[in-house]
Every structure is written in structure tokens, then in C-alpha cells.
């Protein structure tokens, strides 16, 4: 089971502010769930939680836009927040008396409501950008790493091309073609569609 809510708010870096939609993604069951990314107000992710059991809140990054709903949701819900610890300087910045609950590591699994996840730490659009691959569902959530039209930014401070760039190729353009990818922003794609477009975003660049 997945639910989409999208919120809307403000994403504020290196000292520009931007209107934007963010996704944030429940899965789980009629039990328990996973909330990924915890975006601009927590009162819409509460409602469609309802009273089902929350295992954790997971940012998929740091930005604020991701992680600015996840001290409220965290308070409500009783769960605990996970975040790679590379992003704890973005974290701090919203978070300055607060840290993570817990951490994502590349390659470990959290679970509810019978899926799985597997954490792939995807650096380049921050530092410690990560996705999450149901692989017996065949649905990846690819944050801000891959979109509907290629890469997540990179012209922002903690970023960089050549990494994100490398992070989609070795890391999600090998998974199966028919892969969704569900992303922390705009509509979603699959792999498959994706994957031929790598020499164009190369071309393009930053």
C-alpha cells in the first residue's frame, strides 16, 4: 500500500526561497506505515496515518523542505526520525537542538506492514541523499536524486554533478527497467524511461 500527500511550502537554501510541492510517501498497511519525508505541515500526514502505527519517519535528505514537518510528526505520531548522518549540517540548520533518532546506512532495511526497504545512499544532491527500493514491489523512492526528466539539482551549496551523476548510473539505472520511481517532487517515471536519457543530462550538465 502507498499513499501520496503532497504539502506546500517554502524550500529555503543558501539564501534564496522557493514556492514548491513535496510528496511525501506512506507505506505500509492497514497497521502500520512508513512516512518518507516529512514536508511543510504535519496536520494532512497525521490524518492520513489516522490510527495506524508509524515505524519511522525517513528523510530522504536534509533539505529543509524535506525535514521542516518531521519535529511536529515525530511529537504526534511517537515515531522515531531517520536521516543520514551525512545531511546532520543541513538537520542543524532547522534543528539546532534537536538531532536524528537514529541514522541511514547504504544497504540496511526498514520495514512495516510487510514491505521492506532497502536504503541506497545517493550523494549529489546533498551530501547524504538517499533512496528506498521495495524491490518485490518494484517501486523505488528516489527523493531528490532522480525526477521525471533526470537529476535533482546540484547548483546549491553541498552539491555536486559528477556525483549524482555517478549515484543514478552505478545505483538506480541497474535496477529493472520497470522500476517506479516516486520522487520528493512532481510526477513519477520508471527506470526504463529514464535510463536512455543519461547521455543527454551528461551533455547538459549542472
Known amino acids: 500500500m502507498i499513499e501520496l500527500v503532497i504539502t506546500s511550502g517554502i524550500f529555503s537554501l543558501d539564501g534564496s526561497d522557493f514556492e514548491v510541492e513535496n510528496n511525501i510517501w506512506i507505506v505500509g498497511d492497514e497497521r502500520e506505515v512508513l512516512v518518507i519525508d516529512a514536508a511543510h505541515d504535519h496536520r494532512p500526514i497525521v490524518e492520513a496515518v489516522g490510527d495506524r502505527s508509524t515505524v519511522a ?14 519535529r511536529s510528526l515525530a511529537d504526534v505520531l511517537g515515531a522515531p526520525i531517520l536521516l543520514h ?8 540548520e532547522i ?15 526498514v520495514s512495516a506492514g ?4 532497502e536504503v541506497i ?4 544532491h546533498t551530501p ?30 553541498f552539491s555536486d554533478f559528477a556525483t549524482i ?29 529514464e535510463a536512455p536519457h543519461l547521455p543527454d543530462w551528461l551533455a547538459r550538465g549542472s
Not at 135 to 145: I, Y
Not at 149 to 156: E, H
Open 95 to 109: 534543528y539546532p537542538d534537536r538531532s536524528p533518532d537514529g541514522y541511514l546506512a547504504d544497504g540496511m532495511t
Open 57 to 70: 519517519i525517513i528523510a530522504t535528505h536534509g533539505h529543509n523542505d524535506h525535514i521542516n514537518a518531521a
Open 85 to 92: 548522518p551525512d545531511d546532520l549540517m543541513l538537520w542543524h
Open 165 to 193: 551523476i555517478a549515484s543514478i548510473r552505478d545505483r538506480l539505472l541497474v535496477l529493472p527497467d520497470a522500476t517506479r520511481a516516486l520522487p520528493g517532487h512532481g510526477e513519477e517515471t520508471t527506470i526504463g524511461a
Open 121 to 124: 545512499h545517493t550523494p549529489g
Open 114 to 117: 510487510g514491505t521492506s526497504l
Open 128 to 157: 547524504g541523499g538517499c533512496c528506498l527500493f521495495d524491490a518485490s514491489g518494484g517501486v523505488l523512492f528516489s527523493g531528490d536524486t532522480l525526477f521525471k526528466g533526470g537529476p535533482g539539482a546540484t547548483g546549491r551549496r
